[in-house]
């Protein structure tokens, strides 16, 4: 909608952007593991199809900065959640680590995004010490986040 700027925060959950631009209609979501699990992804489509009449083909996705793999361990018992989904769970030294960036974009793929719609930032939060917080990093810190948004400019910028 021409004129609306979306806003989540997120520390080390994924803020993943939609856009349609054949109908100019975006999308925002904050996705962490609880929301992947849950289906976020298929919801906000479901929203988008439903309000907007957005065909999930033309959509674009992007997943932005957020923890990587490599520092984004969970304990056992979460695994269960992520069963459809064996590739995103790493084993690794009695450890299980999980690839949110691979869980998201598989969900945007099986919900019907297309392949070449999809794309996601390879900054991990974690790592990125001096840029983002990370929850994972300094859970003891005052909490900071980062603001992710979309927005379109109003429609007499867009004639």
Not at 31 to 49: E, F, K, M, T, Y
């Given at each position: ?97 999980l690839d949110l ?59």
């Open positions: 909608m021409p004129g609306l700027t979306l806003t989540v925060t997120v520390a080390d959950c994924l803020p993943i952007y939609f856009f349609d631009p054949q109908k100019q209609v975006i999308g925002l979501a904050h996705a962490g593991w609880r929301g992947l699990s849950q289906n976020i992804i298929r919801a906000v489509l479901d929203g988008l199809q439903k309000n907007f009449n957005c065909q999930v083909a033309n959509l674009l996705a992007y997943i932005g900065p957020h923890i990587k793999k490599c520092h984004f361990e969970i304990k056992a018992d979460r695994g269960r959640y992520f069963q459809a989904y064996p590739e995103c769970l790493i084993k690794k030294d009695r450890r299980i680590f960036t691979g869980l998201a974009e598989a969900q945007l793929k099986t919900a019907g995004l297309l392949k070449n719609n999809i794309a996601s930032s390879n900054v991990c939060t974690f790592e990125a010490v001096n840029k983002y917080f990370s929850w994972r990093r300094d859970p003891a810190a005052k909490i900071q986040a980062m603001i992710a948004y979309i927005g379109l400019p109003p429609k007499s910028h867009l004639s």
